[in-house]
């Protein structure tokens, strides 16, 4: 090796923390975007793959019961693929400890011989199905977290009360159902002929999973040929109840996903903005601290070229180590991350690939980006002349070019001088004030601060996106936060009971009033139904919520007109959900609705907005004029119950015993959900987001600091000078460290205040692009306090532990070490 | 400093493809024309030379003397092309130095010139032997696989060759300076230039450094020395006095110019040594 390249591994090994922080920092980067882009890219394929395998029904009819016969009649329709019935029973699972699952058990004649929605084995490298057998039930793999094994006998109670045991098979892998921890149902399978002893029927089919020839994603497409299906299914004599088809051809959590990917990849890309700053800054000191070994070299001989190369190749060896450390580090946290989403989402995994797009991305982060960052500043400093780079004398030139602006400062930090003679006289405190604050060690960290303005705009810039990136994040929490508390605000109560069929009000009412805890009750009723077009040719199926009119257990958020009133009668207030599929509705229209097969006119009295993904559409009407309607006055189809005691494990007690009572008295409930059980499966979706963009969060605040820390090793390092000076006219160890530690925390403090404002847009633009990935509608922005409370303690510690280490360094400097010339 | 070491018996340990060095024909290998060097300072332009005319012969010897600011850094400075004129010429071994870009000059540099700095400016990071060897890797002027050899044998002429492995620091003021003039020599340039070489070494040291300076003048060299020191400037064959930018005397100092003669291995080797170390040891 040539001493030209020996000079260039020297520089690499011999400043073992700046390299340390060099390569640190590229990793951030490397590793964010090799992370963020394989995973994107595996989960597509796998998610994509696995469902595609399963010849997955785009759309699901539930229908008035149909035989084979009428099933080969609608396999014909044009652009049909496969069309599948199934018989399904909704029954409770209750646990050894008296608690009850919502289970939905689909009844199916061969587990190998379904076409649509098929079903693999738990274990990817098993290639058979378990086989059911009478009074035995396959689960899905997703309820496993119930704890129960193979050859378990489970508990099912029925809607009419009537108990069967069922013994547990196997488990399975459904790709096309939707987890159990996010619904908080379990999905089972049995053959016909339990569930015809469960209740249901082994002839007749309730629902058609429907699978189109050709376009799967193409929504359209897939809501012409299913209404084909439903028209021909009508015709026939049958009727189709519902239908849902929710993102064809993809994954359920397909847009969750993509907003997740998308979002975390603009936040990788900005990491790497942020260590591409953070080298800039460190090249900057660097080529500095090398300008004068640069005049030598080219004094002797070297041309900038060579020198040039030089650098080049020991920016390429800082990305290089970061490349060799980041793409295993990615992969492997790739592969973990990739694991629990699998089983968090319900999807198998595929062979591992580290894909060539991503660790060309990573090359590029790593030797590219900082490459492009770095060059400028090291030409810069490479085409200076020697007599430029060779006439440093006396103390730190940084001063030289800053004179006019030094005696601007002076004038400015003089005036605390010229106020000390009035602080003789001021109060106790004052003086203390002034001596904490003004003193000249703090006087004159803050003159530091400022002296390398470009350095200092590099930290402030790095500081500040870490900032604001963080606080985004944090705000984006609060976002998340307060939506699940707006779409609370639709489902206030503490408790929701839901019937199998209408019981009366008084009945049900007084039963539940019995039980110690309960404080208010509400009875609703829910209703299906159709919107139906001016034209009358085409109709959207959506559902009627009739709470009372005097409700205290809904708080809309309205967008436009008004809540319904008591006294209304044919007053509806539509949501954001029915004005997508129908945008030309507006206030003061009236449409015409089809409720249980009878058409009737009712006017919009108001729209509301509700985030999230809701199917059907939700109507609000008036509990007391639809009962009328539908001649069920006094009827209710749920109980929404407020309790007095609001912590969880009483309103779960109080769960329990309606439940026993209500088993007691012979009343079908089909379900009882407890607000916190609901909130945790609504936040569960989104949860994934908030970990990940923790994560980013934590990647930037780690940059900021290595940025700072880098910064104040530089600072010190380049006063070293100066430092000896002061301490031959008898600066103390603390007086040094005090220099040092107040600079990075008025640095850090600067770029609090700057992450601050500058994370009001990242916010702003981060609300926005999830709420329409995720929530499929902008959020309402929250800025909350907290996310600028936890950064500003982070900068604090961030900047004392930067600080510490360049303050300790300093404070050993013996004058003879730092007077002492090259 | 051992007793041995004051006699430094320089002899260059080979020269680049046999080249001589630049003999002298009576043409100055060296010229300055005219030449005027202004800064602009806050307080107005500052005349650092004014119209200097300066000729120098190949073998010559000629120390630079001045106050502090006279501009006998600028002079050397136009010399190495470190600065260029404001106005007029330099010509170095028949370039036109003042024409010469940014990156060729380099190049040139690395193969005319050997410069020595007050203080030294190894580079830290590396050996002694590295930095012997770095303006050979710069300059390609010897064959990778002779660069090693020669630069030990340089560090062998200043009797440093133990040293050759260690970091610079390890090395006293003197030890370093001598490191840095076998830098100077490793692409064996035919001009040496000097700024203030001694100026940060101890008496007996400097002495030390002159005697090598001598001795490489007798091997045929060309050097050039700034000095504050007027007593080691009448060591050189000729003094040139600068004052206010301008050359204001410029003479002989009683012994002609050194003959130079071809280099080659020590079987050329002149007595100088010997007379250097007498000199020496007269100093002292």
């Given at each position: ?27 951030a980067g490397?590793f964010a975007v090799?992370l963020n882009n394989?995973l994107g ?218 907003g997740v990917i998308v979002v975390l990849g603009v936040l990788g890309w900005l990491l790497v903005a942020l260590s ?189 996106l870490a900032?604001a990136i963080f606080?985004a994040v944090?705000?984006l ?212 987001l908030v970990y990940f963009m923790l994560v980013m969060a934590i990647l930037t605040a780690?940059v ?58 990242i916010t702003?633009a981060l609300?926005?692009g999830v ?52 | ?284």
């Amino acid at each position: 090796m040539s001493s030209r390249w020996k000079k260039v591994w020297a520089d690499f090994w011999s400043n073992k923390t700046r390299t340390f922080l060099m390569i640190l920092t590229i990793i951030a980067g490397t590793f964010a975007v090799g992370l963020n882009n394989n995973l994107g890219l595996q989960m597509n394929r796998d998610m994509d793959a696995d469902f595609l395998s399963a010849n997955p029904s785009e759309a699901t009819l539930y229908i008035s019961p149909a035989d084979e016969d009428m099933l080969a009649t609608l396999q014909d329709i044009e652009g049909v693929g496969a069309i599948e019935g199934r018989s399904d029973v909704t029954a409770q699972l209750v646990q050894d400890d008296g608690k009850k699952v919502v289970i939905n058990f689909d009844g199916i004649k061969d587990p190998a011989e379904i076409t649509v929605n098929l079903l693999k084995p738990d274990n990817p490298n098993d290639t058979t199905l378990s086989t059911l057998s009478d009074k035995e039930v396959l689960l899905d793999e997703t309820a496993k977290s119930l704890g129960y094994e193979i050859g378990d006998m489970l508990n099912i109670e029925l809607s009419n009360g009537k108990i069967r045991e069922l013994r547990l098979a196997g488990y399975v892998h459904s790709v096309t159902t939707i987890p159990y921890a996010m619904m908080g149902q379990a999905q089972a399978f049995i053959n016909p002929e339990t569930l015809e002893w469960m209740g249901g029927s082994s002839e007749y089919y309730t629902k058609l999973n429907l699978s189109v020839a050709e376009n799967p994603t193409d929504q359209q497409h897939v809501s012409d040929v299913t209404q084909a299906v439903s028209d021909r299914f009508e015709k026939g004599g049958g009727t189709t109840y519902f239908i849902l088809i929710f993102n064809p051809g993809h994954h359920f959590a397909w847009d969750v996903t993509q907003g997740v990917i998308v979002v975390l990849g603009v936040l990788g890309w900005l990491l790497v903005a942020l260590s591409a700053f953070l080298v800039v800054n460190t090249i900057v000191s660097l080529m500095s601290q090398h300008s004068k070994q640069i005049g030598i070299m080219k004094a002797i001989g070297g041309q900038n070229r060579q020198i040039m190369a030089m650098y080049i190749v020991l920016i390429l060896s800082f990305g290089a180590a970061a490349f060799v450390v980041s793409v295993p580090l990615a992969s492997f946290l790739n592969i973990v991350v990739l694991e629990g989403m699998a089983t968090w989402l319900n999807f198998n995994v595929g062979e591992f690939t580290i894909f060539p797009q991503t660790v060309i991305q990573q090359a590029i982060v790593a030797f590219i980006i900082p490459l492009l960052a770095a060059i400028f500043p090291m030409w810069n400093t490479v085409r200076v002349t020697v007599r430029e780079a060779l006439s440093d004398y006396g103390l730190g030139n940084a001063g030289v070019k800053q004179a006019k602006k030094q005696t601007k400062d002076s004038r400015v930090l003089s005036r605390p001088v010229r106020m000390s003679i009035s602080f003789r006289y001021a109060p106790p405190v004052i003086r203390l004030i002034r001596q904490v604050f003004l003193s000249r060690p703090v006087r004159i960290s803050i003159r530091n601060t400022f002296r390398r303005k470009m350095r200092l705009a590099l930290t402030l810039s790095t500081l500040v996106l870490a900032g604001a990136i963080f606080v985004a994040v944090m705000n984006l929490f609060g976002t998340f936060d307060k939506t699940m508390r707006d779409v609370e605000k639709y489902f206030l109560a503490d408790i929701n009971v839901s019937f199998d069929r209408a019981y009366r009000y008084e009945k049900v009412a007084g039963i539940v009033e019995s039980v110690p805890g309960v404080e208010s009750i509400e009875g609703w009723m829910m209703l299906g139904g159709e919107i139906i077009s001016a034209d009358e040719t085409t109709a959207n199926e959506l559902a009627l919520v009739a709470p009372p009119a005097d409700s205290t257990l809904i708080e809309p958020i309205l967008t436009e007109g008004r809540w319904l009133m008591p006294g209304d009668e044919n007053a509806v207030v539509i949501g954001n959900h029915l004005l997508s599929v129908r945008p030309d509705l507006k206030v003061g229209d009236t449409i015409k609705l089809n409720i249980l097969e009878k058409e009737s006119e009712w006017k919009v009295v108001g729209i509301y907005n509700i985030p999230g993904n809701v199917i059907p559409p939700l109507i609000y009407v008036n509990y007391e004029y639809v009962s009328h309607l539908v001649n069920s006055p006094g009827d209710v189809y749920s109980l929404r119950i407020i309790t007095s005691e609001k912590d969880p494990a009483t309103v779960a007690a109080i769960g329990q015993e309606l439940q026993a009572l209500l088993d007691e008295k012979q009343i079908q409930v089909s379900n009882i959900e407890l607000a916190a059980e609901w909130r945790l499966q609504q936040t569960q979706q989104t949860d994934v987001l908030v970990y990940f963009m923790l994560v980013m969060a934590i990647l930037t605040a780690v940059v900021g600091g290595l940025g700072l820390m880098s910064t104040m090793s530089i600072n010190t390092l380049e006063r070293t000078r100066e430092i000896g000076v002061m301490r031959a006219i008898g600066a103390s160890n603390f007086d040094i460290q005090k220099i040092v530690l107040v600079e990075g925390l008025f640095i850090g403090l600067l770029s609090w205040a700057g992450g601050i404002l500058l994370s009001a847009p990242i916010t702003s633009a981060l609300v926005y692009g999830v709420g329409i990935a995720i929530f499929k509608t902008p959020l309402q922005f929250t800025f909350g306090v907290e996310g600028i409370g936890i950064w500003l303690a982070i900068t604090l510690v961030l900047a004392i532990l930067a600080s510490a280490l360049p303050a300790r360094r300093a404070s050993r400097l013996t004058v003879r070490d730092t007077l002492a010339y090259e | 400093m051992g007793a041995g070491l004051e006699t430094i018996m320089l002899t260059l340990p080979f020269t680049k493809n046999g080249k001589k060095p630049a003999e002298s024909n009576g043409y100055p290998l060296i010229s300055l024309r005219g030449v005027d060097k202004l800064y602009k300072t806050a307080v107005g332009d500052f005349p650092a030379l004014v119209n200097v005319d300066l000729d120098i012969k190949a073998g010559e010897f000629v120390s630079v003397i001045g106050k502090s600011g006279s501009g006998k850094t600028t002079l050397l400075n136009m010399v190495t092309g470190i600065d260029r004129p404001s106005a007029g010429e330099v010509w170095v071994n028949e370039t036109a130095v003042h024409e010469l870009g940014e990156n060729k000059m380099a190049r040139w540099r690395g193969i005319n010139l050997g410069i020595v700095f007050q203080f030294f400016q190894l580079l830290p990071m590396l050996s002694v032997i590295e930095n012997i060897m770095l303006p050979m890797d710069f300059c390609k002027t010897f064959p990778k696989n002779e660069r090693k050899e020669r630069a030990l044998e340089l560090l062998d002429q200043m009797e440093l060759a133990d040293h050759a492995f260690k970091l610079p620091t390890a090395l006293s003021g003197g030890q370093q300076q001598r490191v840095a003039i076998a830098r100077g020599l490793a692409n064996d340039p035919p001009v040496i230039i000097a700024d203030e070489p001694t100026g940060n070494l101890d008496s007996k040291t400097a002495e030390r450094v002159f005697e090598l300076f001598n001795n490489l003048v007798s091997q045929g060299k060309t050097i050039i020395i700034v000095t504050h020191d007027n007593e080691m400037a009448k060591r050189a064959s000729r003094v040139a006095l600068i004052a206010d930018g301008e050359i204001v005397s410029d003479k002989p100092n009683g012994k002609p110019p050194s003959q130079p003669s071809p280099l080659g291995g020590r079987s050329n080797f002149s007595p100088l040594g010997g007379e250097m170390s007498d000199r020496a040891e007269g100093g002292a």
